[in-house]
């Protein structure tokens, strides 16, 4: 995602380019950025990486980029994680591997605003939205390889993309 969403960097190719690399199992993480020079360049909104990281630290930083722990966003909140039935706790990022459920929490969502879940790029969930709220919902790792969260505008620019949560059977004994 470089810069505004609409704009002549080929941003809706590129995630749909993404899209189709998860799908051929390549394991990959999407970052934004920009070309901003001064503060009126912020007025047009343009993507930026949010990482959540364990602490404000440069090792820190490192790891949390590798293991995926980004959203991509224009402003609003997204989260997207997992939570098993022992209390296990996944992050975009990590693989899952029981029954969970998953969770979409977003907020600072504009007026009209769209949430789309995706399964392997397909549809899983569309609403439109409050400016904040969750959405949750069982899956099992068979039902798919890996999983994203989109918010949309309602005149069709991404506000924000989750990295995906990896979908993977447990290893047989």
């Given at each position: 995602?470089?810069?505004?969403?609409?704009?002549?960097?080929?941003?809706?190719?590129?995630?749909?380019?993404?899209?189709d690399?998860?799908?051929?199992?390549?394991?990959?993480?999407?970052?934004?950025?920009?070309?901003?020079?001064?503060?009126?360049?912020?007025?047009?909104?343009?993507?930026?990486?949010?990482?959540?990281?364990?602490?404000?630290?440069?090792?820190?930083?490192?790891?949390?980029?590798?293991?995926?722990?980004?959203?991509?966003?224009?402003?609003?909140?997204?989260?997207?994680?997992?939570?098993?039935?022992d209390?296990?706790?996944?992050?975009?990022?990590?693989?899952?591997?029981?029954?969970?459920?998953y969770?979409?929490?977003?907020?600072?969502?504009?007026?009209?605003?769209?949430?789309?879940?995706?399964?392997?790029?397909?549809?899983?969930?569309?609403?439109?939205?409050?400016?904040?709220?969750t959405?949750?919902?069982?899956?099992?790792?068979?039902?798919?390889?890996?999983?994203?969260?989109?918010?949309?505008?309602?005149?069709?620019?991404l506000?924000?993309?989750?990295?995906?949560?990896?979908?993977?059977?447990?290893?047989?004994?």
């Amino acid at each position: 995602w470089n810069g505004p969403w609409p704009c002549s960097s080929n941003n809706a190719a590129n995630l749909a380019l993404w899209y189709d690399w998860l799908n051929q199992g390549v394991r990959i993480f999407a970052t934004a950025g920009s070309d901003i020079h001064a503060p009126s360049d912020y007025e047009h909104r343009p993507g930026f990486t949010r990482v959540y990281a364990e602490a404000l630290s440069e090792p820190a930083l490192i790891r949390a980029i590798r293991a995926g722990r980004m959203v991509l966003s224009s402003g609003p909140t997204l989260v997207l994680e997992a939570e098993g039935p022992d209390g296990q706790h996944w992050m975009v990022g990590d693989t899952v591997t029981v029954l969970a459920t998953y969770r979409v929490a977003w907020a600072e969502a504009p007026a009209e605003a769209r949430l789309r879940v995706l399964v392997d790029g397909g549809p899983l969930h569309q609403a439109e939205i409050a400016s904040e709220g969750t959405y949750a919902w069982p899956m099992d790792p068979v039902d798919g390889n890996w999983v994203v969260a989109e918010l949309w505008s309602w005149d069709g620019d991404l506000l924000a993309v989750t990295n995906p949560l990896f979908l993977d059977e447990p290893p047989r004994q």
